[in-house]
T-cell receptor, first 112, second 113 residues
Framework: AQSVTQLGSHVSVSEGALVLLRCNYS??????LFWYVQYPNQGLQLLLK??????LVKGINGFEAEFKKSETSFHLTKPSAHMSDAAEYFC??????????FGTGTRLTVIP | NAGVTQTPKFRVLKTGQSMTLLCAQD?????MYWYRQDPGMGLRLIHY???????AKGEVPDGYNVSRLKKQNFLLGLESAAPSQTSVYFC????????????FGQGTRLTVV
């Protein structure tokens, strides 16, 4: 069975500091992996995706993530946090099924 | 290009009432999904459809029904609403099974009292 685990339901960082949001997946087949962002009272927006090929994936707004098969991880990073990055972030996996499996989300707070 | 549109955006129901949530997409996507979002639980799949006239159960289908009579529309019905169905509901669509992106609507906030 597929599952996605996001470590830490809340993460706080100072403005300008590194952002690291953790995601691990469990899948019997190589998955496609996604990070989505949700701003208050809005739907989900795709940040970045990994399907095949290069394991380091760059997305919008300066975010990137690295697929590490040996660690079954797909952590999201950004070198320098901005106030506008405050939102909820969801990791998702698509593997051998017709739907995305989502993690429980990580709420990012950016401290001025 | 509107993308994925959900109606209504907000609704308050009394226990036992019924209602239908409408999702419309104008991207000619084959796949459509209904999720519910609850605090601390992320998004959970209710039902999905892989094409016009087809539907399938997701992770939490009990108490909901769906229909996909037209490719562009995916309806979610609550026959007898319960307080446990208080949630934010999201519709999404994607081009294919291996689509690299699902497009989401802005959500419907439903409260059952």
């Amino acid at each position: 069975a597929q599952s996605v685990t996001q470590l830490g339901s809340h993460v706080s960082v100072s403005e300008g500091a590194l952002v690291l949001l953790r995601c691990n997946y469990s899948s019997s087949v190589p998955p496609y992996l996604f990070w989505y962002v949700q701003y208050p009272n809005q739907g989900l927006q795709l940040l970045l995706k990994y399907t095949t090929g290069a394991t380091l994936v760059k997305g919008i707004n300066g975010f990137e993530a690295e697929f590490k098969k040996s660690e079954t991880s797909f952590h999201l990073t950004k070198p320098s946090a901005h106030m506008s990055d405050a939102a909820e972030y969801f990791c998702a996996a698509l593997a051998g099924a017709n739907n995305l499996f989502f993690g429980t989300g990580t709420r990012l707070t950016v401290i001025p | 290009n509107a993308g994925v549109t959900q109606t209504p955006k907000f609704r308050v129901l009394k226990t036992g009432q019924s209602m239908t949530l409408l999702c419309a997409q104008d991207m000619n996507h084959e796949y459509m999904y209904w999720y519910r979002q609850d605090p601390g639980m992320g998004l959970r799949l209710i039902h999905y459809s892989v094409g016009e006239g087809t539907t399938a159960k997701g992770e939490v289908p009990d108490g909901y029904n769906v229909s996909r009579l037209k490719k562009q529309n995916f309806l979610l019905g609550l026959e007898s609403a319960a307080p446990s169905q208080t949630s934010v509901y999201f519709c999404a669509s994607s081009y294919s099974r291996y689509s690299t992106e699902a497009f989401f609507g802005q959500g419907t906030r439903l409260t059952v009292v």
